[in-house]
C-alpha cells in the first residue's frame, strides 16, 4: 500500500485481514479443505467452515487480523525478520516499524510469538502486547490502548461488509482464484523470450482494454460494496468476462 493507502481481505476462511498504509505483505501460502456452504453467511460462522493453512509474510508497515475460531489442525502464522507470529483465533495488530522493531498486541485470545532464531515462543495474551527491537530484545507490555481502538475499529469495519457474504459466493471465489492462479503460473513457467511473435498480442487495441479491465478490478480507491454485490448471482455476472485471457494478453506481450 501506499502512504495513504488501505486494503481489507477476506479469506474464505473468514478472516479478515486489514492492510495499514505504507505497508507490503506477501501470501506465501494459503490452502483450505473443501466445505458445505448451504445458505450460510460468514456472520452465522463461530467457526472457520472447514480447516486451513494459511502463512503471510510482513515485510513492512502493519497489519491488523481477527479470525473465526481456527480447527484444532488448522494454521496460521505471519513470518517477519524479527519472529513469527502464531494464530489461535483472536483479534490482533502487528507491525514493522521504521527504526526496525516490531510490536504486536492482542485484544482477543491469543498469540503464540516465535524468535527467528528458535528460542522458547512467547505467549500474549488477551489486552497484552510486546516490543521486539531490531536486535532481537523482547519486552513484555498492556496492550497499547490507541492500537486497542484501532484494532476494534478496523475489524469492525472488514467484519461489517464480510459478514454478508455467502459461502456459495466464497466458494465460487475461491475456485476462480485457483484457476487464475494456475493460469499464471503456467505463463510464467514460459520463457517469454522463446513465445514467438504469433503468439503474441499484436493489437494495441487489445491491449489497452485489457490494462483497463485489470486497473478496473484492481482499483485502490475506496468502494463501498452493496448487498447485491454480495451475491452468487453478481460475482458470476463479473467473472463471466475472461479476466484470465486477459491478464494472458498483458503478461505476453513486451
Do not use: H
Amino acid at each position: 500500500t501506499g502512504l495513504t493507502g488501505e486494503v481489507s481481505i477476506l479469506f474464505s476462511n473468514g478472516t479478515t485481514a486489514s492492510v495499514e498504509p505504507n505497508s507490503q505483505i506477501k501470501i506465501i501460502s494459503f490452502s483450505q479443505d473443501d466445505f458445505d456452504a448451504g445458505n450460510r453467511k460468514l456472520d452465522d460462522l463461530q467457526n472457520e467452515p472447514s480447516s486451513s493453512m494459511l502463512s503471510l509474510d510482513l515485510e513492512r508497515g502493519t497489519l491488523i487480523a481477527k479470525t473465526k475460531k481456527l480447527n484444532p489442525s488448522s494454521k496460521f502464522s505471519i513470518s517477519t525478520k524479527l519472529g513469527t507470529a502464531n494464530i489461535i483465533g483472536t483479534e490482533f495488530q502487528i507491525g514493522l516499524s521504521p527504526s526496525g522493531s516490531l510490536n504486536l498486541d492482542v485484544s482477543t485470545s491469543i498469540v503464540s510469538f516465535t524468535p527467528p532464531n528458535g528460542g522458547q515462543p512467547v505467549m500474549v495474551a488477551k489486552g497484552s502486547g510486546l516490543n521486539v527491537n531490531k536486535t532481537g530484545g523482547i519486552t513484555r507490555r498492556p496492550i497499547n490502548a490507541s492500537i486497542a481502538l484501532n484494532i476494534s475499529r478496523k475489524n469492525k469495519s472488514a467484519s461489517t461488509i464480510a459478514s454478508k457474504v455467502a459461502l456459495a459466493t466464497i466458494k465460487i471465489a475461491t475456485t476462480k482464484a485457483t484457476q487464475l492462479s494456475g493460469g499464471i503460473n503456467e505463463i510464467q513457467a514460459r520463457n517469454p523470450k522463446s513465445i514467438s511473435s504469433s503468439n503474441r498480442a499484436n493489437s494495441a487495441q487489445e491491449k489497452e482494454e485489457a490494462k483497463l479491465t485489470i486497473a478496473e478490478r484492481s482499483s485502490d480507491k475506496p468502494k463501498s460494496i452493496s448487498p447485491a454485490e454480495t451475491s452468487k448471482e453478481y460475482f458470476e455476472k463479473i467473472t463471466e468476462k475472461n479476466y484470465l485471457e486477459k491478464i494472458k494478453i498483458l503478461l505476453s506481450g513486451n
